[in-house]
């Protein structure tokens, strides 16, 4: 990060859009560990998970809650509201704009537009995590994608070091780049193993990319 702290390097975007190089690479936990170093360093940070699927019952909430919003919710110290982290989810854990049309809901950019516009006030930053990987369908004509874009929002990746993560890495950075939007930064996300190889690759990952690598975690990380 060119010699910047994390929270400097978030300060100087009012949101930054996280996205991954698939599904389940990761991009809660890296939100969570995010949002818990920021409001340590005292940044009013605002993590939002606009679309989500899959729910369980919650208990304690007594509403249906999705896992990776809830996360989000506990790493704010439960300072903002499920609702508002994440306001648009679906029950069954599938493609958001196929559970959208076996519910009869629309999803769009204008779904997203409103989401966004309950919760502008929210924060001085905030840190909008994406569901699935980049070029997420939102409905047969629209990508979320493309609503990034359109709201020249910069854009984390997250990659889950692995085998196969440098054709993932380097497709997806070069997805952003034609969508018109900015990597600003990537993450290592060590998830299942630490070896020689996996360094390798993070390495590799780190020498073809433009955007720096922010920082890497690994399993069972708790804070940055």
Known sequence: MNNLSLTSFVKQFPSIFITGTDTEVGKTFCTSLMTKKLIQEGVDVFPFKPIAAGTEYSEDLNQEVNEDAMSLHLATNKKYPISQINPIRFAPAIAPHIAAEQDGRVLDFNSLDDALETVSELGECRLIEGAGGWLL?????????????????????????????????????????????????????????????????????KQKLKAPLLFSVKKGQDSL
């Open 137 to 205: 369908p939102l409905n047969e004509h629209q990508l979320m994608s493309d609503w990034v874009a359109q709201h020249e929002i910069p854009v984390i990746m997250v990659v889950a070091i692995k085998l196969g993560c440098l054709n993932h890495a380097l497709l997806t950075a070069q997805a952003i780049e034609h969508a018109g939007c900015e990597l600003v930064g990537w993450i290592a996300n060590f998830k299942d193993r630490h070896t020689d190889i996996d360094l390798a690759n993070a390495a590799f990952i």
